[in-house]
């Protein structure tokens, strides 16, 4: 029997979401050895361009976005130590009810079962014992998210190869916390459409959350990973909290455990509880 590393497999939409919400875990569980395999299903290119220009306005040129923020990805992954990062090249979607939403190409569009394929092809490859990724929702309502969400389970059940999987999430406390930072420092939360706001749910309550995960031994690495996205600095607003401040609110990682084949008990502080060679 072949000798393997444990694998966590991280799936992400954009270059950059892998350091907010997963950068913690990447950087903690390569420093244990862990093989930690990024893939991104999209190019970024509806991101900023250079000087905050935004996708439709003049000077926004989406390919030479996407061949900035693929260099800003692979200095993100050396950050975290990420052992493997795949691309699925998908063109970004953008937010939802942009155009860029049903235009060709776009992941959006794209077939679940399609794409679906491709992801259960690198599960197969790299064999992860542990898969995170977003909720239905995306996380906050990004069709992008969602459709990493959709491909992401739909590879799981083709598989059956991960032992555990997760999706993001922030507790209620977090988030109220973090608030609380925002306006003690003069700073504006992001702005949110009160209607979707209403629609999606944003985070769970504390109790609902089954999975906590102390990052901060790393969290100069995850600020530096983020940092690394320097072009959509504009819309990465905890780059302007400082490293201090930025570990101390985002030093622990959270997530929902939505399927487990080790009997690992609940709440939890490790993503590989219960599997064989884990001690931590």
């Not at 991280?10 to 892998?18: G, I, K, L, R, S």
Request: charged share 20%; net charge negative.
């Amino acid at each position: 029997m072949v000798d393997r590393p444990l694998t966590l497999m991280a799936v992400h939409a954009h270059p950059d979401d892998e350091a907010t919400g997963t950068g913690g875990v990447l950087a903690r569980y390569a420093a244990q050895g862990v093989r930690t395999v990024l893939v991104t299903c999209t190019d970024g290119g509806c991101g900023d361009a250079p000087g905050g220009v935004k996708p439709g306005e003049p000077g926004h040129d989406p390919a030479a976005v996407a061949a900035l923020r693929r260099t800003e990805l692979e200095a993100s992954c050396r950050a975290l130590k990420v052992s493997d990062l795949e691309l699925l090249g998908y063109a970004d979607s953008g937010m939802m009810g942009w155009p860029q939403n049903t235009a060709p190409g776009s992941f959006w569009t794209t077939p679940v079962a399609e794409a679906a394929d491709r992801l259960a092809d690198l599960m197969r490859y790299y064999q992860p014992d542990v898969v995170v990724t977003y909720d239905e929702n995306g996380f906050y309502g990004h069709p992008d998210h969602i459709q990493a969400h959709r491909i992401t389970m739909a590879a799981v059940e083709q598989t059956g190869i991960p032992a555990k999987v997760y999706w993001t999430t922030m507790p209620h406390s977090a988030m109220a916390e973090f608030g609380r930072v925002m306006a003690e420092l003069g700073m504006e939360m992001p702005e949110q459409d009160p209607a979707q706001q209403e629609a999606i749910p944003f985070g769970l309550p504390d109790e609902a959350i089954t999975t906590w995960v102390d990052v901060a031994e790393f969290g100069e690495r995850k600020y530096e990973a983020l940092a690394a996205h320097a072009s959509q600095s504009e819309n990465i607003f905890f780059l302007s909290l400082g490293v201090e401040r930025f570990t101390q609110l985002m030093g622990v990682e959270t997530f929902l455990r939505v399927q487990d084949s080790t009997g690992a008990a609940l709440p939890e502080n490790d993503l590989f509880a219960g599997l064989t060679g884990s001690d931590r």
